[in-house]
């Protein structure tokens, strides 16, 4: 098996960190541990952001899988399960017996040392600082996703947690592109890379990416982290990411009984 990165504990304790501040509304979510899970109820009902995280599993697996199964199921939610790909065989294996379907395996992907340069663009690139800001920041995927107001609530909050940096891209007055970073001392994670679909297909996401790191780092920043789609790993590694690990998701879409 081949050996983890010296860094990929760091990484998934910020990507646990980040999922917090990102990924729950600050009053109707939840967050618990629960048999060796960090348990996250995004406070959206039903929704694909409800998720368990390992982070000290011990005993049997299957139980312990049962135990975070329960706790979802008694706030009426599904949810799903981020495994780092290396994760023990019966894990893996309970994940599946309990119900959840294998939807994605995303590698994890690692910036150091040589960092790409800023190149001009077509986008007008803005902070999230206020209410109206946080509005163009949700409005970009309501094309593709329903208009939730909760949603905003949630990057609301997060706009305000003093570690993550919100950016929108705009183009002709238009936001049409979005991307948020976190912060976590020397270590950077970048997350929600967007590009409105009618903009696609134009560099716009390396733009947004390039601005996204020279933020981050200007601020401190030594190493940049990141959850990519098997898509766009060909435009992180453009811009020197490697591919150090994977997560592998599996959920569920109603609570399992």
């Known amino acids: 098996m081949p050996r983890a990165h010296p860094l990929a504990p760091r990484i998934a304790a910020a990507m646990r960190e980040a999922t917090l501040a990102l990924g729950r509304h600050p009053t109707l979510g939840e967050v618990a541990e629960v048999a060796g899970f960090t348990c996250i ?3 959206l009902g039903v929704s694909s952001a409800n998720v368990a995280l390992p982070t000290a599993v011990a005993g049997l697996a299957m139980p312990a899988l ?3 199964a329960a706790w979802f199921a008694a706030r009426g939610i599904n949810f799903r399960v981020d495994l780092p790909a290396d994760a023990p065989s019966d894990l893996m294996a309970a994940a599946m017996t309990l ?3 294998f939807r994605e395996r995303q590698p994890v992907m690692l910036l150091e040392r040589v960092w790409p340069a800023p190149l001009p663009g077509e986008l007008d690139v803005r902070p999230v600082a206020d209410d109206r800001d946080v509005q163009d920041f949700c409005a970009i995927d309501t094309l593709e996703f329903e208009d939730d107001p909760l ?3 949630i990057i609301a909050a997060a706009r305000d947690a003093p570690a993550v940096r919100l950016l929108t891209g705009f183009l002709e007055g238009r936001p049409v592109a979005r991307i948020a970073a976190m912060l976590h001392g020397d270590l950077a994670t970048l997350h929600s890379l967007y590009v409105h679909p009618a903009f696609r297909r134009r560099g716009l996401g390396t733009e947004m990416t390039l601005r996204a790191l020279a933020l981050v780092r200007s601020e401190g920043a030594a190493a940049a982290a990141l959850a990519s789609t098997l898509a766009a790993v060909p435009l992180y590694e453009r811009l020197g990411f490697q591919t150090i690990g994977a997560t592998i998701v599996m959920g569920c ?3 399992l009984p």
Do not use: N
Request: net charge negative; charged share 35%; glycine share 14%.
């Open 41 to 43: 109820d995004a406070g």
């Open 66 to 68: 049962r135990e975070v």
């Open 99 to 101: 119900g959840l379907r």
């Open 151 to 153: 949603l905003a609530s």
């Open 253 to 255: 879409d109603s609570p």
